[in-house]
């Protein structure tokens, strides 16, 4: 996590001139830029920007109007204390600027990975039952296109279909930016609708991984033998697959979809980009082309710390399903 | 007394003849031909990469890069014609011919990025594996930390890094410009995290068995051991993923130039040649969908040989 956090901020230090960002033509006088360069810290050796940042600097006293004397107490506290610093673009706190759009990287990510699981549970056991029919064999291959397709080109497919070819032909066509259309407002039925082909994107991208995992576990405890108990004993055949070995094929799905999850933080990129769509992946390219350190080191920071935790997450939640993992 | 044979239709093995006992054994490539064979997709796949690759290379035959770069706004944005069978991009160059001279470059920056990826990941995962120890643990918590951000974040974030004025290079009479290196570079840079892993477990394994005792017993260096006596036995899975490898660099690219931080015109390449394409989607299809198509194309054939391989020479790692 330092390893990381420290490499980052050496890189994003070297990322171009943020004052020339900064509030347009405004900034432009030498004096204004020296004094905006204090301000932030710019002017400070790299390591001292980067304990500043860390820890912040209200333990000490910064010197603001260039007479080579410390003199104004610092107000930064620092990312360890909850601080992640001003944006540079936009002047309001980073992690509010996050914070906003987290929601909306969340609804679209977690509606997704819904469909993904769910979508991908039912095709991945009915594949295991079929194992080699026609059904079976045109699932490997389509999850094998899908998990080839560049996610920028099913999109514009999908949009191209979808919104411009049924627009064309009259039919009812999905809308392709933003999540609500502002003529109709912002009603749930909106939402969903706004949804749709985003959802979908993300859907067909990672649903051939899961399927194919599903499929494989699944056939896996299709051949144990305590499967040839139930059905020895005569349980219904339902019973035997939904029950038996879905509960025991369902456990290594846990990890990935633990693994999964931190990244569906930082969003889509490239689908949030398409889609006109205000989430977190969008913010993050918005600032990392104009050079915005607090923001983009905030979405970083974030998502590290999430990988963390759903990793513990996942081996606790892991053991708690298999008894038969235990951790000394 | 005679036991009746209770198997009566089986006949009684024909005794080997002295050339089938002391046949050759098989080496790795050729029992690896003999299964990657019967991978009928795997074939496919290998066919079409053929095709793409002469694509991209007799193309250049018939049309010459001065003409792929060549821009006439007032052929802007012209649908598939006789003329341009690809139709005009936004500012009239022709998208025919940009395909190709994309493909190069697109093909080259896979090629050159998975060489700088697979270089670091045997080396860091070899001195991983094989020394242990404080280096180990050194190098994983260095391995992890860049696991822990995803792939196409880093990638941005060193793009930018990067991204100051580069000169346009000249190689072989060509130019590029010169952020074609810059992204080979950053690519290279963030993937080898995956290839250092496997390789590592390879070591960890390997540096125990008998062979490797008796290198060291006659004496081999250090080095020797290492790169000519565990890293051959261990190249079956490092061969799969540098494969694979090459199909995610070619589309990392194209997600990082299509998000503007890629490679910079006039160079092009399938992904720089999508930017900016979702502005156009309603009125010009075929700004995206070709050099889509090829991308798609491209990845999916990688893919199949990829899967062909692992079944051919790695059978025990399987995954998707």
């Given at each position: 996590m330092f390893l990381i956090s420290i490499l980052l901020f050496v890189m994003l230090q070297n990322m171009g001139d943020p004052l020339a960002t900064m509030g347009?033509?405004?900034?432009?006088?030498?004096?204004?830029?020296?004094?905006?360069?204090?301000?932030?810290?710019?002017?400070?050796?790299?390591?001292?920007?980067?304990?500043?940042?860390?820890?912040g600097n209200d333990w000490t006293k910064v010197d603001i109007n260039g007479d080579g004397i410390a003199e104004t107490p610092g107000i930064r506290k620092g990312v360890l204390r909850g601080d992640f610093g001003t944006s540079l673009v936009t002047r309001q706190p980073a992690m509010q600027l996050i914070l906003s759009r987290l929601p909306n990287t969340l609804l679209l990510m977690l509606v997704s990975e819904l469909v993904v699981v769910l979508g991908a549970l039912f095709i991945g056991v009915y594949s295991a039952l079929k194992q080699y029919s026609f059904f079976d064999n045109l699932i490997t291959t389509l999850s094998f296109i899908g998990y080839s397709m560049p996610i920028f080109f099913l999109a514009l497919g999908a949009m191209y279909i979808f919104a411009v070819n049924f627009k064309r032909w009259g039919l009812p066509y999905l809308p392709t930016v933003g999540m609500f259309d502002p003529q109709a407002g912002q009603t749930p039925g909106q939402l969903l609708w706004h949804l749709i082909l985003p959802v979908t994107v993300i859907s067909v991208n990672s649903f051939s991984g899961y399927s194919r995992y599903i499929r494989s576990t699944m056939l896996e405890a299709l051949n144990q033998d305590y499967i040839r108990t139930a059905r020895a004993k005569g349980l219904p055949r339902r019973e035997t697959v939904f029950i038996h070995a879905l509960k025991n094929a369902s456990l290594p799905i846990v990890t990935i979809v633990g693994l999964d999850l931190p990244f569906l933080l930082g969003g889509a990129l490239v689908t949030e980009r398409i889609f006109a769509w205000p989430g977190m992946g969008r913010l993050f390219i918005d600032h990392v082309s104009?050079?915005?350190?607090?923001?983009?080191?905030?979405?970083?920071?974030?998502?590290?710390?999430?990988?963390?935790?759903?990793?513990?997450?996942?081996?606790?939640?892991?053991?708690?399903?298999?008894?038969?993992?235990?951790?000394? | 007394m005679t036991v009746a044979n209770p198997l009566p239709n089986i006949q009684p093995l024909k005794p080997l003849s002295l050339d089938e006992l002391?046949?050759?054994?098989?080496?790795?490539?050729?029992?690896?031909?003999?299964?990657?064979?019967?991978?009928?997709?795997?074939?496919?796949?290998?066919?079409?990469?053929?095709?793409?690759?002469?694509?991209?290379?007799?193309g250049g035959l018939v049309f010459s890069e001065k003409f792929a770069n060549y821009n006439d706004t007032g052929i802007a944005l012209q649908p598939p014609s006789s003329v341009h069978p690809f139709g005009t991009d936004v500012?009239?160059?022709?998208?025919?011919?940009?395909?190709?001279?994309?493909?190069?470059?697109?093909?080259?920056?896979?090629?050159?990025?998975?060489?700088?990826?697979?270089t670091l990941g045997i080396i860091i995962g070899a001195?991983?594996?094989?020394?242990?120890?404080?280096?180990?643990?050194?190098?994983?918590?260095?391995?992890?930390?860049i696991l822990i951000v995803p792939q196409i974040f880093l990638l941005l974030v060193m793009a930018k890094f990067f991204a100051g004025n580069i000169?346009?290079?000249?190689?072989?009479?060509?130019?590029?410009?010169?952020?074609?290196?810059?992204?080979?570079?950053i690519i290279g840079l963030t993937s080898w995290p995956y290839l250092a892993r496997i390789v590592r477990a390879e070591f960890l394994t390997l540096k125990e068995s008998e062979f490797v005792l008796a290198a060291r017993a006659t004496g081999s260096?250090?080095?020797?051991?290492?790169?000519?006596?565990?890293?051959?036995?261990?190249?079956?899975?490092?061969?799969?993923?540098?494969?694979?490898?090459?199909?995610?660099?070619?589309?990392?690219?194209?997600?990082?130039?299509?998000?503007?931080l890629g490679v910079r015109p006039p160079t092009a390449?399938?992904?720089?040649?999508?930017?900016?394409a979702y502005n156009y989607i309603d009125k010009a299809y075929w700004l995206w969908l070709f050099p889509g198509l090829l991308i798609l194309l491209i990845v999916l054939s990688i893919n199949f040989v990829g899967d062909g391989l692992r079944d051919a020479l790695d059978p025990r790692s399987r995954t998707i």
């Open positions: 347009g033509r405004s900034v432009t006088r030498r004096e204004d830029r020296e004094r905006l360069a204090r301000q932030f810290g710019f002017d400070k050796p790299i390591l001292v920007q980067y304990v500043y940042w860390l820890v104009r050079g915005d350190t607090p923001v983009v080191m905030g979405i970083m920071m974030l998502i590290a710390v999430a990988v963390v935790v759903f990793q513990i997450l996942t081996d606790v939640v892991y053991a708690w399903l298999d008894p038969r993992i235990r951790y000394n | 002391e046949a050759p054994p098989l080496t790795l490539s050729k029992m690896a031909w003999l299964k990657f064979r019967r991978h009928k997709m795997a074939l496919v796949g290998v066919g079409i990469l053929v095709l793409m690759i002469l694509y991209c290379t007799l500012i009239g160059r022709d998208i025919l011919a940009r395909t190709i001279y994309g493909g190069q470059i697109s093909l080259l920056i896979g090629l050159i990025a998975v060489m700088l990826e697979t001195v991983s594996g094989y020394f242990g120890g404080l280096v180990d643990s050194l190098l994983m918590r260095f391995t992890e930390a000169p346009n290079l000249t190689i072989l009479g060509r130019e590029f410009s010169g952020s074609v290196v810059v992204i080979i570079a260096s250090t080095f020797d051991i290492i790169f000519r006596h565990i890293l051959p036995n261990s190249i079956a899975p490092i061969v799969v993923s540098a494969t694979l490898g090459v199909a995610n660099a070619i589309t990392l690219e194209a997600y990082i130039s299509f998000l503007g390449t399938w992904g720089n040649m999508l930017e900016g």
